[in-house]
């Protein structure tokens, strides 16, 4: 969840059906006519804009952005992960305020935020409490975060479900997914289908909070006694389907960490690199949602705090042994036995023309640099994400390599380069080859 950045008294969210139409509605029509005045202007200049390039300006971000931030749900969600996953990819000034709805989260007004306990706990739930704090610690997309003490002196974070969310999610995602095809942003002769069901799934799954409940009990299980961690505590008797309630936990964000000591940065980042293997090669379960939010840092016990479990799912063995082979073939330095392995499990085209084949390549051998070094490897001198995003810029525009890989693997990817955008922000020097060595073994 985001560090709060909103209004003092928040705003109610529309939990209404009508109400999130006519907002998408309305960001459309915005959107459009701002998009006819630009294509106006640049014709009369003599040039032939695309919808593309009319969509994706600041001043349609900062539209989209509001609006989102406004509705919060599912629209919001898709608008964080689109910012999360795009990277370096997208324009910068698009990223950048696209980039604010992982900040400008609104809460609840504390009526609606009163309406919703008592729905959920009943009239007399203050009783519960010794005390309870209305104004948010954190808001996001699907829901927001209060401090209370219980009656026993417990310290409580307590997760609230914004009203309607649950109920909005697939008319949010179907309006949100007609709206980015609308405006040219997916390609017409792209089936998304797949990777829209999949993230509608997602979603669901994110606003079952007994669901997250077993998670944060599972990471719990598999991380006790393991010093470097911390897993808030599960309180089933607080909670429902809709507020999930946990210990709270005294921590830092964990971009305070940037002016934190190189040697601080490096054990922090090489930590949550082998977390990331363990859940693959391990645990079998991942959380796959690398948000920064969800991690934390307590500095009194220099542990890292591990939150928010609600993007977690099972990952299969078949898809654990197809990344063993991927990251084998990698650390051999065998760059066409990568190509193989990836479009194996589909996450590339197998059958894309031979003319592409050699830029393809080129890409994945520049992706990776890290396991080539047999040593550190410094993620804060290496312009890894700007070099792969000017190989593949120039692909962008061909039909023939447009490819949707299968749900399971993209948010694996997720997760992978959330990391290394983590890396990149905390400056941090990992062995990333020794990691991967060290749960895959060498080909």
């Known amino acids: 969840m985001t560090s709060p950045s909103y209004d003092k008294d928040g705003k109610a969210v529309p939990s209404r059906r009508l109400s999130r139409l006519a907002g998408l509605g309305g960001m459309a029509a915005g959107i459009a006519g701002s998009m006819a005045a630009s294509g106006v202007k640049q ?68 009526a609606q935020l009163d309406s919703v306990l008592t729905e959920q706990w009943g009239a007399d739930w203050k009783g519960r409490f010794m005390s309870f704090q209305y104004q948010p610690i954190a808001a996001a997309s699907i829901g927001q ?55 509608r799934r997602q979603l669901h799954q994110e606003a079952d909070y007994l669901r997250e409940a077993a998670y944060l009990e599972l990471f719990g299980e598999l991380l006790a006694g393991d010093d ?28 305070a960490l940037e002016n934190a000591s190189q040697e601080t940065r490096d054990r922090v980042v090489s930590l949550l690199i082998e977390l990331l293997l363990r859940e693959l090669f391990e645990f079998g379960a991942m959380q796959t949602d690398p948000n920064f939010a969800n991690y934390r840092y307590n500095d009194r016990a220099q542990r890292l705090v591990l939150l928010d479990f609600g993007a977690s799912r099972e990952v299969g063995e078949d898809m654990a042994a197809a990344y063993k082979n991927i990251m084998r073939a990698a650390l051999s330095g065998d760059t066409r036995a990568s190509f193989d392995a990836a479009a194996h499990i589909g996450f ?45 810029m120039p692909l962008a525009g061909e039909k023939e390599l ?42």
């Open 43 to 110: 014709l009369a200049s003599g040039k032939r804009p695309s919808v593309a390039d009319l969509m994706m300006t600041p001043s349609n971000a900062r539209k989209v952005t509001a609006q989102l931030s406004n509705m919060r749900g599912a629209a919001m969600k898709i608008g964080q992960m689109i910012s999360m996953d795009s990277g370096d990819f997208l324009p910068k000034e698009f990223a950048d305020i696209l980039a604010r709805l992982r900040s400008d989260a609104q809460h609840m007004p504390k």
């Open 145 to 199: 975060v209060q401090r209370a003490a219980g009656l026993g002196g417990e310290s409580l974070a307590i997760k609230v479900q914004y009203p309607g969310v649950r109920e909005s999610i697939d008319s949010d995602v179907n309006n949100v997914a007609a709206l980015l095809k609308m405006t040219g942003l997916v390609p017409a002769n792209l089936d998304v289908g797949p990777l829209i069901e999949e993230g």
């Open 228 to 255: 470097n961690f911390e897993v808030p505590v599960y309180f089933p008797e607080l909670s429902t389907d809709r507020i999930l309630a946990m210990s709270y936990i005294e921590s830092l964000p964990i971009e």
């Open 348 to 392: 590339i085209s197998a059958d894309m023309p031979a003319r592409f084949k050699t830029a393809i390549l080129d890409i994945i051998d520049t992706a990776l640099e890290p396991l080539r070094v047999d040593g550190p490897f410094d993620f804060g001198h290496n312009p890894l994400a700007a070099k792969m995003r000017d190989k593949a």
């Open 402 to 443: 447009w490819h949707l890989p299968p749900p399971e693997t993209v948010f694996i990817q997720r997760k992978i380069g959330g990391m290394y955008m983590l890396a990149s922000r905390l400056k941090a020097k990992v062995n990333v080859r020794a990691l991967m060595i060290k749960y895959v073994g060498e080909s």
